[in-house]
């Protein structure tokens, strides 16, 4: 088999794409490898109707590669190798060959079938694999490669645009991917076969990730009545599903603002809006995590890692006890963060830790460090020590990190209206100027650190220039943000065509669908993303040609940049009428129904007289 392997390998290079019929046999697979030619040096052409998919060609400065088998994390000659070597005699095995075949393949997709389709046709196959083999099934049906991906996704869509798009909310996919891991647990439970502790590792690691509070305390529950004694990774994954205890929603970060409002919210109990939900002051996540944590000493398990230290300062931070996740910090790593802050006296060396510690700092601290003082309103703070401790240990800063701290900057400095903006005394709570975010911007994106923008960096910067009347410069980054939609609409085509080689090379096979499962996620989240941010620039043009107010103060861009920005960015406007205000009235214009026509003026509305134009 190592052998067929390394000689599909060899063959990549040369493979190339012909569509075959559905339905053929896995055993006529060596007939759609016949016709091979060498296309180095030649591009892939795109089709001319997948080109208008998002109605936005690439530059000519981008080209496909050469060879669409490369250029992703799974290869696709491990993929189709995965479904060569169970296509052939699939069927003939019994359920459980073929569950030990697909985890040895390190096919999630297909044992995760495999499992729900046993359920009904032969439940004592699944009763007769060993606790160990068992124990891998559930490593290997990790949230990772389910939900991990779809969240990081999910992250920026609220549930406005995910309406728009026409796709699954991300609560759907947590719900199903849950119900999934329960019905494999309950399977294995009618066995009488006691689940153990890397069973229940792996079960509170999926809650984790989903967020799910309430699966997560009755996984706890569980375990403690089977008298399983929990690990560190346990409690980290228990402590993080009360520190996160939902999905994804661009909305939540204002409600997690540690500001009065909020507070008195979360007091009152009043956890009706999802945007509370989790997040109670007073008995609330705080002491939850904190007696997690002196429940996790008193058993023996030392005092935790990393992680665990991240959802205390967390917890802490929920509830605005910043003089606590000081003190974390001064005591498990050495950060004085008030000696780092002043210049009375200069801060004493960190804590020296071991690469290998369990508490040498990482990327997660530093987004721990973000999270906590950005929802308490100071920035400034969170960029001092994050890149403290970045230098001091010589970590990275994640381009996660970077978003959030531009997502938290963007929050603290927009223009808030209404009541719950104000603390106590009648101040603006950790209000930051407009300029803010353009300071922030320069910093992540010049030398040393050269951040490469994602299209929710460009869209916060973006909506921080037009709200400072900033339009020309807007113009130019939108420019970036154009080309990094392009990239976008390129992988997705990329993935796409690699899926569907994949697919009609394995056509018929049993194993088709879940060999190829990975490469249709993979496109089905690219399709996604790409959708997303087109509706991102398509946002930004509306909002130029509206002007903020500009067109009823110079005269010179209702005349000549409206026109000449519904010139450029006609092909992000989503209807064929556009229609602004200038100081005569309204103009209208429309663009025909022919490919590639200019728009034309269609008339002027002043007050009760209308003008037709041509």
Request: charged residues 20%; glycine residues 8%.
């Amino acid at each position: 088999m190592n052998a067929l392997f390394l000689r599909l390998e060899a063959l990549e290079p040369r493979l190339h794409f012909r569509p075959c019929p559905l339905g053929t046999a896995g055993r006529i697979i060596r007939h759609r490898l016949r016709r091979i030619q060498r296309i180095q040096g030649r591009s892939i052409q795109t089709p001319a109707n997948h080109l208008n998919l998002y109605h936005q060609p690439p530059p000519k400065s981008l080209r496909y590669p050469v060879n669409p088998f490369r250029g992703g994390g799974d290869s696709v000659a491990k993929v189709l190798l995965s479904s060569l070597e169970v296509a052939g005699s699939f069927e003939s095995l019994t359920s459980k060959d073929k569950i030990l075949l697909a985890l040895r393949r390190r096919n999630p997709d297909l044992l995760l079938r495999l499992f729900l389709r046993t359920q009904d046709e032969d439940p004592a196959a699944i009763c007769s694999i060993p606790r160990t083999t068992f124990s891998e099934v559930l490593q290997l049906l990790n949230p990772g490669h389910f939900v991990d991906q779809s969240k990081r996704v999910h992250n920026e869509l609220s549930s406005l645009t995910v309406e728009a798009l026409g796709i699954l909310p991300i609560q759907s996919i947590f719900t199903e991917f849950v119900s999934n891991i329960r019905q494999v647990v309950e399977m294995r439970r009618l066995s009488g076969r006691p689940l153990g502790i890397n069973d229940y590792t792996s079960l509170l690691n999926c809650v984790r990730a989903c967020g799910d509070n309430a699966t997560a305390t009755a996984v706890w529950n569980d375990m403690s009545q089977a008298g399983v004694l929990p690990n560190t990774a346990c409690y980290n994954h228990y402590m993080a599903t009360k520190c996160f205890p939902s999905g994804p929603d661009p909305g939540r970060r204002h409600t997690l603002r540690v500001i009065p409002y909020n507070l008195r919210k979360r007091t009152m109990g009043k956890f009706g809006d999802g945007g509370y939900s989790g997040f109670s002051f007073g008995g609330g996540v705080r002491s939850q995590v904190v007696q997690l944590f002196d429940d996790m000493i008193l058993r023996g398990l030392g005092k935790g890692d990393l992680r665990t230290f991240c959802y205390i300062i967390i917890a802490l931070g929920r509830e605005g006890d910043v003089t606590g996740v000081k003190s974390v910090l001064n005591r498990v790593w050495g950060v004085d963060v008030d000696a780092l802050l002043t210049d009375e006296r200069p801060p004493h060396p960190v804590k020296n830790y071991r690469r290998d510690s369990p508490l040498f700092p990482n990327t997660f601290l530093l987004f721990t460090i973000a999270h906590t003082f950005g929802s308490n309103n100071d920035i400034p703070t969170a960029l001092r020590i994050v890149d403290y401790v970045s230098r001091q240990y010589s970590v990275p800063i994640s381009h996660q990190v970077w978003a959030h701290l531009m997502e938290w900057t963007f929050v603290l400095s927009v223009p808030r209206f209404g009541q719950g903006r104000e603390d106590e005394n009648g101040a603006l709570t950790g209000k930051l100027p407009l300029s803010s975010v353009e300071s922030l911007w320069i910093t992540m994106t010049a030398d040393p650190y050269s951040v490469r923008p994602t299209m929710a960096v460009y869209n916060r910067y973006i909506k921080s220039l037009m709200l400072r009347q900033s339009l020309g410069r807007a113009q130019e980054v939108m420019r970036k943000g154009l080309a990094s939609y392009q990239l976008s609409a390129k992988r997705y085509r990329v993935e796409r065509r690699r899926h569907l080689l994949a697919k009609s090379l394995w056509a018929g096979a049993a194993t088709s669908g879940s060999g190829t499962g990975t490469l249709w996620r993979r496109v089905h989240l690219a399709g996604i993303e790409t959708r997303y941010q087109r509706l991102v620039i398509e946002r930004w043009v509306r909002l130029l040609i509206k002007g903020l107010g500009l067109a009823k103060k110079n005269p010179e861009w209702e005349r000549e940049a409206v026109p000449n920005i519904i010139r450029e960015w006609g092909d992000f406007l989503p209807q064929r009428r556009v229609s602004y205000g200038t100081t005569g009235g309204v103009v209208t214009l429309r663009r025909p129904h022919t490919s590639g026509a200019r728009w034309v003026a269609m008339e002027t509305l002043s007050g009760a007289r209308s003008v037709a134009g041509s």
